[in-house]
């Protein structure tokens, strides 16, 4: 049965820079045209950690080289500039793979925003940390000149940290909602999303923060009123105990296992935790959803109910 599918692709299936990206999405493209082989609307998410880490430090050399020249670029629109690079790397292996098995659909990247609540309680506590390591010369100097946080990490240096709050609307999910009823697979979402505030009713202004690509996704999911989320990752299942001799790995997952297993810490925060999140806030936002949590190469067979972890009601 056909079926409305939002896919969160996780930084296994990009690579770390661009000859890995490109190596990456090549098999990506591969298992998502599975899908839509079988018929299925296919909307993709995906994260951009290595990408837009890539951009920052770029952009942080140049301030670096010629403060009078260079000006800092603000973290939303290094955000744009990682949704456009990734988009067109893997669009256009998504038509290629398509052409290739005879498949009539167009493929769009559509530049995201998504609006966050300026009083999201992240803003307060900046936990996400972007951008290259720095000396504490460095770091104290930009706290001085531009107003950043920063933290000491794990005795590696410092680095900037930015709030992470949670997904409130996508802006133009009208614009991705009529791509996907003309027949086009759309990339959307990326690295979470621009982040933006409304201000003065209409304006949009970006955020520097970094939103979760799995709640982005669960949003983007929720507003088209898609049947499926699809969180990929680097394991085949979520398991309890994970990493340990008695680790299970779990088939299915109600909302109250899944509550009660993130009461007992099962799960690791900046891990597999955020998935299970977004997974069950989908899965219980209208009867009949469910999401699935599982490797890319297993999707088909995890629609199919052969595999990965099927997060219900």
Not at 292 to 311: H, M, N, P, Q, S
Request: with cysteine; proline share 5%; hydrophobic share 40%.
């Amino acid at each position: 049965m056909k079926k409305r599918i939002v896919i969160a692709l996780g930084g296994n299936a990009l690579g770390n820079n661009l000859p890995e990206q490109m190596k990456a999405v090549r098999i990506t493209a591969k298992a998502i045209v599975d899908l839509i082989e079988e018929g299925h609307e296919v909307v993709i998410a995906h994260g951009n950690g290595p990408q837009v880490g890539m951009i920052q430090n770029a952009m942080m050399e140049l301030t670096r080289s010629d403060p009078e020249k260079y000006i800092p670029c603000p973290l939303s629109v290094c955000v744009a500039m990682s949704q456009g690079y990734i988009g067109y790397d893997l669009q256009n292996e998504l038509r290629e793979e398509m052409l290739d098995r005879g498949i009539d659909k167009g493929v769009a990247t559509v530049l995201t925003q998504v609006e966050v609540d300026p009083e999201d309680p992240a803003f307060e506590n900046p936990t996400k940390p972007i951008g290259s390591f720095m000396t504490k010369a460095e770091a104290d100097q930009l706290v001085r000149d531009r107003d950043y946080q920063v933290i000491e990490d794990a005795g590696r240096g410092y680095r900037r940290v930015v709030a992470s709050p949670r997904p409130q609307s996508i802006i133009e999910i009208d614009t991705i909602r009529s791509l996907v009823e003309t027949n086009h697979v759309v990339i959307a979402c990326g690295g979470g999303g621009i982040p933006v505030f409304k201000t003065n009713g209409h304006h949009l202004k970006g955020a520097a923060a970094v939103i979760d690509k799995d709640f982005a996704a669960c949003k983007l999911a929720q507003q088209l009123d898609a049947d499926v989320l699809i969180i990929l990752t680097a394991v085949e299942k979520v398991a309890i105990h994970f990493g340990q001799p008695d680790a299970e790995w779990l088939d299915d997952l109600s909302g109250d296992m899944a509550r009660k297993y993130i009461a007992d810490g099962e799960f690791a925060p900046g891990s597999m935790l955020p998935k299970v999140e977004a997974a069950l806030e989908f899965a219980e936002s209208k009867e009949g959803r469910f999401s699935l949590i599982t490797l890319l190469e297993k999707a088909k067979d995890g629609i199919a109910g052969k595999t990965g972890t099927r997060i219900h009601k």
